[in-house]
């Protein structure tokens, strides 16, 4: 299968994470990419006025997996604007992760993996699953572990 991850990662945690479902998707025999959104100025405060640079493309890919953080306690903004520009994506698999700062996932996580999914689901997209990382859990290298793994079976 062509997998396309696709991501907004500011400081690098979402695209660490995104790193390994690479890896483990790879290592099953799967063709994977893993593309980066940009926005033309990524300060988290110009977050009001963002405009996309890199705009990765879905079409070539069968299955999809989003990853970005989460910001004021939502989806990144960069991400968002992604989302919603998006061309139909009728069929598709996709998968949704996010990264927080936070130790719960009502501190952001949650509300920011629903936007995602309604997005998705909008742009007739089907979820088979979602994953958060809290960045500052006691066990975060485990909890890393369990989205790879529900990411990476697909
Ligand atoms: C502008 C901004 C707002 C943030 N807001 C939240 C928040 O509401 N809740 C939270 O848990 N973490 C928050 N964080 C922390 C990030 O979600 C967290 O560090 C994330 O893992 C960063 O991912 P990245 O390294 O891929 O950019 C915020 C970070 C930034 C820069």
Known sequence: MKIGIIIHSHSGNTLSVAQ??????????????????????????EARNVQLKDIPDTSKYDLLIFGAPVWAFSLSPVMKLYLSQLPSMQGKKIGCFVTQQLRFRFMGGNNAISQMKKACQSKGGSIYETGIVNWSHKQREARIEEVVQKLGEV
């Open 20 to 45: 390994k479902i690479k890896d483990r998707l790879a290592a099953a025999g799967h063709s994977v990419n893993l593309e980066q959104v940009t926005a033309v100025n990524g300060d988290p405060k």
